[in-house]
């Protein structure tokens, strides 16, 4: 669904950052119902490619950090990653899910933003192929996901692979603090993308000045990663579009207050 066919009810949106991930293991089923329960407008999950092909769900290039066991995700097979303990053996076991259990789980509940893994300096990286868009992109046909679904990075070439692919499909291209939002705006308005995504402090600075540009090019405006009261009300209320939150039992309550005003 292109972006300019989202309902405007749709907005402000809380997305629930690699799941509800202040309360359950991050990037696995559970973690993503729980924020679909908690209201979440939005679940953001990070995409990579195992040795064989499969697009499965995972943040860092190596599982040590958040399984029970250790390695690049691009050097294990499937059958490997699947035998890993998502929660790092502390919970109840978890399975890493591949994407297409992820979508198949979650289409007609929540929209879903899919942030994909194929960064330069890591060993995995193969752009301009961009094997791990065309995979995404082809999951995404398949599973006849119903909702909203957004493809971005921080790789700007993985962005314009998928806007090359699905002109249609919501793009978005994710900064840092280190990178100034106006020139990622510009970028974003020259290459046809729908939002740019920058660091909440980057944004603070950059002002609402910077939102009202954006807005009138037709660019959304979201922010990563905010778990204070506090600042998710300043975002809104500087006129932030979605606000990326790891507890949206938190953040939810805050949205409805400003749909509320603006209703």
């Given at each position: 669904?292109?972006?300019?066919?989202?309902?405007?009810?749709?907005?402000?949106?809380?997305?629930?950052?690699?799941?509800?991930?202040?309360?359950?293991p991050e990037n696995t089923l559970s973690s993503f119902l729980a924020a679909a329960l908690a209201g979440a407008d939005m679940v953001e999950l990070d995409v990579?490619?195992?040795?064989?092909?499969?697009p499965v769900v995972l943040?860092?290039?190596?599982?040590?950090?958040?399984?029970?066991?250790?390695?690049?995700?691009?050097?294990?097979?499937?059958?490997?990653?699947k035998a890993l303990d998502a929660t790092g053996g502390r919970g109840p076991r978890a399975e890493i899910p591949t994407l297409q259990e992820v979508l198949e789980a979650l289409s007609g509940r929540v929209a879903?933003?899919?942030?994909?893994?194929?960064?330069?300096?890591?060993?995995?990286?193969?752009?301009?192929?961009e094997t791990i868009v065309l995979e995404t992109l082809r999951l995404i046909e398949e599973?006849?996901?119903?909702?909203i679904v957004l493809v971005?990075?921080?790789?700007?070439?993985s962005i314009e692979r998928a806007k090359e692919q699905s002109p249609d499909l919501?793009?978005?291209?994710?900064?840092?603090?280190a990178v100034d939002p106006w020139a990622a705006l510009v970028y974003v308005r020259g290459n046809g993308h729908?939002?740019?995504?920058?660091?909440?402090?980057?944004l603070v600075a950059a002002g609402e000045a910077f939102l009202d540009a954006a807005h009138a090019d037709g660019i959304r405006i979201g922010s990563w990663t905010v778990d204070e009261p506090e600042a998710v009300e300043r975002l809104f209320a500087m006129g932030v579009d979605a606000i990326a939150t790891n507890d949206p039992a938190m953040a939810v309550p805050i949205r409805d207050r400003f749909r509320a005003r603006a209703s």
């Open positions: 669904m292109a972006l300019s066919k989202i309902d405007r009810q749709f907005w402000p949106a809380i997305v629930a950052h690699r799941g509800a991930s202040a309360t359950h990579r490619l195992t040795a064989d092909g499969v943040h860092d290039l190596d599982v040590s950090r958040t399984t029970d066991g250790s390695g690049s995700v691009h050097l294990m097979t499937l059958k490997e990653i879903v933003d899919l942030e994909i893994k194929n960064l330069p300096g890591e060993p995995s990286f193969d752009s301009p192929r599973t006849r996901f119903d909702g971005s990075s921080f790789n700007w070439l919501p793009t978005g291209l994710i900064t840092t603090a729908d939002l740019l995504l920058p660091q909440a402090s980057a």
